[in-house]
Structures are given as C-alpha cells and as structure tokens.
C-alpha cells in the first residue's frame, strides 16, 4: 500500500457523493471513482483484468438469484390483485374504528411487504389500493399518505426482504436465521404503526372520521378472500425453516404459486404476465448494476486498507461500544437522504462490518451480533426512507396522491418516527428481541 493511498479512499468516497448529488445514477457513481482508483493504485491491465472478472463473480453467485426470484414473486403479488385482496381485509375488520382505514393499509402493507420484499414497490402498490379509500370517506391526506409511506418500509424487515437477503451474503449469515431475526421486530413494527394511528386519530378526530361498520358475511368474503396468500406464506417460509427447501428454492415455489393463483383468479393477464416478466428484469438489472458498481468501488477501499483502517480506529474509540453502534446508526439515516437502502448496504456493510464485529456488545457471539447488527440495519434504513429532507418513500407515495402538499406528508410521518425511534433503542438495549425466535427455532 502506499503511503497516499487511505487519503485516495477517501477522495473517491468523497468523489462518489458528489456525482449522486448531481444525479448521477448510483451504479455509475459507485463504479467511475472506484475504477479510476483502482487504476491509479495498480496499472491499465490490472484494472481491466479485475474488470473482466468482477461482473462474471457476481453474476454467477447462486444465492444472489433469490433476489429477481422474490422480485418475481412480488410483481405476481401485484398483478394478481393480492394487495387489493389484503386491504379489503384489513379494513372489513378495522376499518369501522376511526383511524381503521388508515390501520387497514399498515396491515396490508406488512401483508403485502411480506411476499414483495421492496419497500418502494409496497409503498407505490398499497398507495394506489387505499389512497382512493381513505380519501373518499374523508380521511385527510396528512394521515393518509403519512401512513402509507411508514407502512411501505415494513417491505424492508419482514421477511422476504431483498435486503435483509443482500445483508445475509455480504456478511456471510444464514439467510434463514436473519428472516427469523426480522419476525419480532417487524411485527412490533407494523402493532406500533397501528397505536400511533390510533392515538393519533383520537387526539385528532377530525384527521379520520368514525365509518360504517362492516357486515358480518362482508368480512367473512374479505378475509376468505385471502387463503390463497396466507397458504403462499404458509408453504414458503414453513418449507424454508422446515428444511425441505433453501431460501433460493423457496422464493422459485412462491413465485410459482403466486402466478397461479393470479391466473386461477384470472387476475393476471398475457400482458400482465409479459408486464411482470419485464419490471422483474428491469429492477433486477438495476441492483445487479448497483452490486457492480459497489465492488468496483470496494475493490478500491480494500486496496487502500480503509476498511482495515476503519475498524481499527472504531475499535480503539475511547467511547462505550453502543455509543459507535448508536452513531452508525445516524449515519445511515443520513444516507437515506441520498441513497437508496441496496445501495447503502453495499457500499457500507464491507467497511462497517468488520468495525462493528470488533467490538464488544452485550457478550454476543459473533453470529448473533451479526444478526442483531443486521436488523439494526436495516431498521435504521426503513426510518430513513421517510426522514426529511427526501425519504423515497415519501416521494414515491407523493407521486400517487398529487393532491397532497410534501410538507402535509412529512407532518404525518412524524408521529411514526418518534415509535421508529423508540423501537430502535429498545432493540439496541434488549438484543433478544431479534435472537429470541432464532434461539427458539435454531436450537
């Protein structure tokens, strides 16, 4: 190494942040920095020698194609009407109850994230479901898209989470565990979305007017509506911790029930099906992309010894280990202003990890600090997906409901935030929260 190169890492970090505050696209602003780092460390032949190699590595990492596998899965979901399925649901049992609309789109959305895997996709779907709804019996957009775009980021934690899998192969965890690591946290997620709405609407009547309620044989058809999902959920997840097929071959048998029930349902169309095929394939090239441009750029780091460095710094931090765990935590926060939550994962869990790994936290054991790291992830990367000043989410809900001014939205993130808050301490301070059911199911 030589003596210049920690001080090129940190250029072309800084070089990476600029290109995205130019809107350059996150693939190329990860990858033009780290190949011109690379060759500026090495030569012309080792660079296109690393070049030619890298994208075939990655490609061929068999466990990388449970991604376009839960994507698909996800787009069946959609097109075969299981996110209108499961608001129908949700409201024919909540939605009498003032703010119970609102709560029917928390439920549908965790429903729904828990076959699609992407919090933008969840937030996007479950937005053009219940948007209509909500507003139509008076609910005001403040809450509304407030709750649909918090809602959405439940896409990121419970399992299947494409990036809770993209966490897994970067540290090297059982995908298995980490998805049972996620159950309890994004279950007291998605029942603290639902107290909030309701302290919120109570304290606020006029946010959310009382409706109707439901007749009895109108939420029997609802919820019976809904097997064919609950049976997906069933046989996917109870085969992946039953053993009787990997994480990979489960995603392969949920996108494949999936499709048939959109098509036993008649819901899913040739085109739709040609639809699904085609925004699997688009969103699958563009995290691959994401994962080439993050190599090119942690290729770079690693030659600088930055990570290295990184860890020793962190390590040797005349602070408490969870005040490190606690800052980590912020920055990512702040990364979601700019970045995306794959992108974030993949520039920062090689430099982080190995930190986080050297330090001592509550005596965990290496794998359990993996796993309870991870869900701190990317719980901090669910919040910052609705924080302001930008939260995808926030926008993407936006786009759906025009009507309503950004600042309204970020006004009704805010009490969800606080709850965000508060379930991050209270995992950051009681690990078994994550490791509780993974003891339970991994003895």
């Known amino acids: 190494m030589t003596a210049w190169a920690p001080q090129l890492g940190l250029a072309i970090f800084v070089a990476m942040m600029l290109l995205m505050a130019l809107r350059i696209p996150i693939a190329a602003a990860m990858f033009l920095p780290g190949a011109l780092g690379y060759w500026l460390l090495t030569d012309s032949a080792a660079t296109l020698n690393l070049l030619k190699g890298s994208a075939v590595a990655r490609l061929t990492v068999y466990e990388l194609s449970v991604i376009p596998l839960f994507l698909l899965m996800g787009q069946f979901a959609s097109q075969g009407g299981l996110s209108r399925d499961l608001f129908r649901a949700a409201s024919a049992v909540v939605g009498h109850v003032r703010g119970g609309l ?44 407030g709750a649909l775009a918090t809602g959405g980021t439940l896409g990121i934690l419970i399992p299947p989470s494409v990036p809770l899998v993209v966490y897994a192969i970067l540290t090297e965890q059982n995908i298995a565990k980490l998805f049972a690591a996620a159950m309890v946290p994004g279950l007291l997620a998605m029942l603290g979305y639902v107290a909030v709405i309701a302290w919120v609407t109570r304290s606020r009547p006029e946010l959310a007017p009382a409706t109707v309620t439901t007749p009895a044989h109108e939420r029997r058809a609802a919820l019976f509506a809904i097997w064919p999902i609950a049976f997906v959920f069933i046989v996917v997840f109870g085969g992946i911790y039953g053993g009787v097929f990997s994480p990979t071959e489960g995603a392969a048998v949920g996108a494949l029930m999936t499709l048939l029930v959109g098509l036993f349902k008649r819901e899913i169309t040739r085109q ?94 290496p794998e359990a600090k ?65 490791l509780g059911l993974v003891g339970l199911m991994f003895r």
């Open 102 to 145: 609102a709560m029917a789109s928390v439920l549908a959305a965790g429903a729904f994230g828990a076959v699609c895997g992407s919090s933008v996709a969840t937030t996007a779907t479950i937005t053009q479901v219940a948007y209509p709804q909500m507003r139509a019996h008076g609910y005001s957009g403040r809450l509304s898209t």
């Open 370 to 434: 993996a796993l309870w790291f991870g869900i701190l992830v990317l719980m901090t990367v669910g919040i910052g997906m609705i924080a302001p000043p930008i939260g995808m989410n926030v926008y993407v809900g936006n786009n759906v409901a025009k009507d309503v001014p950004m600042a309204q939205t970020y006004r009704g993130v805010l009490p969800f935030l606080a709850w965000d808050a508060l379930r991050l301490l209270l995992l950051l301070v009681f690990p078994p929260l994550a």
């Open 272 to 365: 739709g099906l040609l639809d699904s095929l085609a925004s699997t394939a688009e969103t699958t090239a563009m995290v691959f992309m994401i994962f080439l441009g993050a190599d090119m750029m942690n290729a770079t780091l690693a030659l600088t010894e930055m990570p290295k460095l990184v860890a020793q710094w962190v390590t040797h931090l005349p602070v408490p280990d969870l005040s490190i765990v606690a800052a980590v935590m912020l920055m990512y926060v702040l990364l979601g202003c700019v970045m995306d939550e794959l992108s974030m994962l993949l520039l920062t869990i090689p430099v982080i990890f190995p930190a986080v790994m050297g330090l001592d936290l509550w005596g965990l054991k």
